[in-house]
C-alpha cells in the first residue's frame, strides 16, 4: 500500500511514447498506414536507456516515476508472455525503487497488441477477458509497487476508437486525417465526443482488472482519467451537464470503489448552447492548440473530486507543450498554486507527477515538446532544461 504521508513528486511516462520499436502494437501498424502520421521509430530509446531517465529524475530531487508496461511486448502473441520482457519491466520497477522512486505503473497506455486490436479491440467479444488473464500476468511482477493504473485516459481512448469507426464509416481513410488525440482546435476537425457504449465497455474491463490487482498485490489501484476542465458560457449548464457526462463523468463515476483517481489536466474548455466552443488561434496557445490555462488544474481536481464522491487522488499527468522552457516553468508554477488551493480546501490529493520526463513521440507527432528533459533523437542524448531542476526544487520543498 502506497505511504499516505509521502506525498509523490514524479515525472510520468508512457511506452509507446519513448520506448521505441514498439513494432507488435496496434499503433505501430497505424502509424505505417495513417497519412500525415510521424512514426516513432527508436523514439527515445528508453526501452534501453531507462535507468539513465530515472536517475535523471531522482538527482533532480523528485521520488516518484510513472510509467507504464507494454501488453504488445509482454504478449506479442494471444495467450503466449514474454518471462524476458516482464523480468525487463520488473528490473524498471527495481531501478526505481533503488533510486528512491515510487514506481506508480500504468498497465494499458492506448496501444494494444496488434493481434487484440484485429481480434476486434475494446468492442470483441474476448476483449474482458484477454486484458484479464494479461493483468494477471502482469500483476507478478508487481510487488512493492504502490499505485497502479488500469488503463491511461479511457474516456481518450474511446474518443480515438470513436473517431476511427467514424472514419470506417465514411470509407474516406485516405484523404482524413488523424488527429493527436489532445489536439482540438480550429484548423483541424473537432474531436468527436466518444461513444458511451465503448466507454461502458472500457468499465467493465477496469472493474475487472481492479479486483485482479486487489487480490495479487498490495497496490492502490485506480485509472486515469483525461479533464478538459469544461466552462458553460450564460445559459449553456446544460449543454455543460450534458458533456461533462460523455466526456468524464461516465469514468469518473466508475472510479467510484477504486482507491485513488488519476487526474490528468492541461487546458480548459468552453461550452456554450451548441456544444464546445472551438479555441481560436491566439498568440499564447500552446504548441496543441490548447489554450494556455494553468488553472485547469484546480477546476479538474475540484471537479474530480465531487464527481467520484471524495476518492484520494494523485495527479497522474499536467503540463504544457512548450518549446520555451520558462514557459513550462511559470504555467507549472501556476497550476501547482491552483492544485494546492484544492489541499488547503481538504481535497486529498496524494501525488503530482508531471507530463512527462522526455520530449517524446506525441501519437503521431514529433513536433509538440512536453518534457522536462530535451532529447536528441539521432544520439539519444538526454539534456535536461531547467524545468527540471525546478520541479525537483519544489519536491524538495514539499511545497509549490
Ligand atoms: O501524450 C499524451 C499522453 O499520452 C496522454 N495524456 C495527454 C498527453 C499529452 O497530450
Given at each position: 500500500?502506497?505511504?499516505e504521508t509521502?506525498?509523490?513528486?514524479g515525472?510520468a511516462?508512457?511506452p509507446?511514447q519513448?520506448?521505441g520499436n514498439?513494432?507488435?502494437s496496434d499503433?505501430w501498424t497505424?502509424?505505417?498506414q495513417v497519412?500525415g502520421?510521424e512514426?516513432?521509430?527508436?523514439a527515445?530509446?528508453?526501452?534501453?536507456?531507462?535507468?539513465e531517465?530515472?536517475?535523471?529524475?531522482a538527482?533532480a530531487g523528485?521520488n516518484?516515476?510513472?510509467f507504464?508496461?507494454?501488453?504488445a511486448?509482454?504478449?506479442?502473441?494471444p495467450g503466449?508472455f514474454s518471462?524476458?520482457?516482464?523480468?525487463?519491466?520488473?528490473?524498471?520497477i527495481?531501478t526505481?525503487?533503488?533510486?528512491g522512486l515510487?514506481?506508480v505503473?500504468?498497465?494499458?497506455?492506448f496501444?494494444?497488441?496488434?493481434w487484440?486490436?484485429?481480434?476486434g479491440g475494446?468492442?470483441?467479444?474476448?476483449?474482458?477477458?484477454?486484458?484479464?488473464?494479461?493483468?494477471?500476468?502482469v500483476t507478478?511482477i508487481?510487488?512493492?509497487?504502490?499505485?497502479?493504473?488500469?488503463?491511461n485516459e479511457?474516456?481518450?481512448?474511446?474518443m480515438?476508437?470513436?473517431?476511427?469507426?467514424?472514419?470506417l464509416?465514411r470509407?474516406q481513410?485516405q484523404?482524413d486525417v488523424?488527429?493527436s488525440p489532445?489536439v482540438d482546435?480550429d484548423?483541424?476537425p473537432?474531436l468527436?465526443a466518444?461513444d458511451?457504449?465503448?466507454?461502458?465497455a472500457?468499465?467493465?474491463a477496469?472493474?475487472?482488472?481492479?479486483?485482479i490487482?486487489r487480490?495479487?498485490?498490495d497496490?492502490a489501484?485506480?485509472w486515469t482519467?483525461a479533464?478538459?476542465?469544461?466552462a458553460?458560457r450564460?445559459g449553456a449548464?446544460?449543454k455543460?451537464?450534458?458533456?461533462?457526462?460523455?466526456?468524464?463523468?461516465l469514468?469518473?463515476?466508475a472510479?467510484?470503489?477504486d482507491?485513488?483517481?488519476?487526474v490528468?489536466?492541461y487546458?480548459s474548455?468552453w461550452?456554450?448552447k451548441?456544444g464546445?466552443?472551438?479555441?481560436?488561434q491566439?498568440?499564447d496557445?500552446?504548441?496543441?492548440?490548447?489554450?494556455?490555462r494553468?488553472d485547469a488544474?484546480?477546476m479538474?481536481?475540484?471537479h474530480?473530486w465531487?464527481?467520484?464522491g471524495?476518492?484520494?487522488?494523485?495527479?497522474?499527468?499536467?503540463?504544457?507543450?512548450?518549446?520555451?522552457?520558462t514557459?513550462r516553468?511559470?504555467?507549472t508554477?501556476?497550476a501547482l498554486?491552483h492544485?494546492?488551493?484544492?489541499?488547503?480546501?481538504?481535497?486529498d490529493v496524494r501525488?503530482y507527477t508531471h507530463?512527462?520526463?522526455l520530449?517524446?513521440f506525441?501519437?503521431?507527432?514529433?513536433?509538440?515538446t512536453f518534457g522536462?528533459i530535451a532529447?536528441d533523437?539521432?544520439?539519444?542524448e538526454?539534456?535536461p532544461?531547467p524545468s527540471?531542476a525546478?520541479?525537483?526544487d519544489?519536491a524538495r520543498?514539499?511545497?509549490?
Amino acid at each position: 500500500m502506497p505511504d499516505e504521508t509521502r506525498f509523490l513528486w514524479g515525472a510520468a511516462t508512457a511506452p509507446h511514447q519513448i520506448e521505441g520499436n514498439n513494432i507488435n502494437s496496434d499503433w505501430w501498424t497505424r502509424e505505417g498506414q495513417v497519412p500525415g502520421l510521424e512514426r516513432s521509430g527508436d523514439a527515445c530509446d528508453s526501452y534501453h536507456r531507462y535507468e539513465e531517465d530515472m536517475r535523471l529524475l531522482a538527482d533532480a530531487g523528485l521520488n516518484a516515476y510513472r510509467f507504464g508496461v507494454e501488453w504488445a511486448r509482454i504478449e506479442p502473441v494471444p495467450g503466449e508472455f514474454s518471462r524476458a520482457e516482464l523480468a525487463h519491466y520488473r528490473r524498471m520497477i527495481d531501478t526505481a525503487l533503488g533510486l528512491g522512486l515510487a514506481p506508480v505503473i500504468t498497465l494499458h497506455h492506448f496501444t494494444n497488441p496488434r493481434w487484440f486490436a484485429e481480434e476486434g479491440g475494446w468492442l470483441g467479444d474476448r476483449a474482458v477477458d484477454r486484458f484479464t488473464a494479461y493483468v494477471e500476468r502482469v500483476t507478478e511482477i508487481l510487488g512493492d509497487v504502490p499505485y497502479v493504473a488500469t488503463m491511461n485516459e479511457p474516456n481518450m481512448l474511446a474518443m480515438m476508437m470513436t473517431m476511427e469507426q467514424q472514419m470506417l464509416r465514411r470509407q474516406q481513410q485516405q484523404s482524413d486525417v488523424w488527429q493527436s488525440p489532445t489536439v482540438d482546435n480550429d484548423f483541424r476537425p473537432q474531436l468527436p465526443a466518444p461513444d458511451t457504449s465503448i466507454g461502458e465497455a472500457l468499465v467493465k474491463a477496469h472493474h475487472a482488472v481492479r479486483d485482479i490487482v486487489r487480490t495479487h498485490t498490495d497496490a492502490a489501484v485506480g485509472w486515469t482519467v483525461a479533464n478538459r476542465a469544461f466552462a458553460a458560457r450564460p445559459g449553456a449548464q446544460e449543454k455543460l451537464a450534458e458533456l461533462q457526462y460523455v466526456w468524464e463523468d461516465l469514468y469518473l463515476e466508475a472510479s467510484r470503489g477504486d482507491d485513488f483517481v488519476g487526474v490528468q489536466s492541461y487546458s480548459s474548455q468552453w461550452v456554450g448552447k451548441d456544444g464546445i466552443e472551438p479555441h481560436p488561434q491566439l498568440p499564447d496557445n500552446t504548441q496543441v492548440g490548447t489554450a494556455y490555462r494553468p488553472d485547469a488544474l484546480g477546476m479538474a481536481v475540484r471537479h474530480t473530486w465531487d464527481v467520484t464522491g471524495g476518492i484520494p487522488i494523485v495527479v497522474t499527468e499536467n503540463g504544457i507543450a512548450t518549446d520555451d522552457d520558462t514557459r513550462r516553468i511559470a504555467y507549472t508554477q501556476e497550476a501547482l498554486r491552483h492544485l494546492f488551493a484544492a489541499v488547503d480546501d481538504g481535497i486529498d490529493v496524494r501525488g503530482y507527477t508531471h507530463w512527462t520526463a522526455l520530449d517524446n513521440f506525441e501519437w503521431g507527432h514529433w513536433g509538440p515538446t512536453f518534457g522536462l528533459i530535451a532529447v536528441d533523437r539521432e544520439t539519444f542524448e538526454r539534456r535536461p532544461k531547467p524545468s527540471l531542476a525546478w520541479l525537483g526544487d519544489v519536491a524538495r520543498r514539499g511545497r509549490p
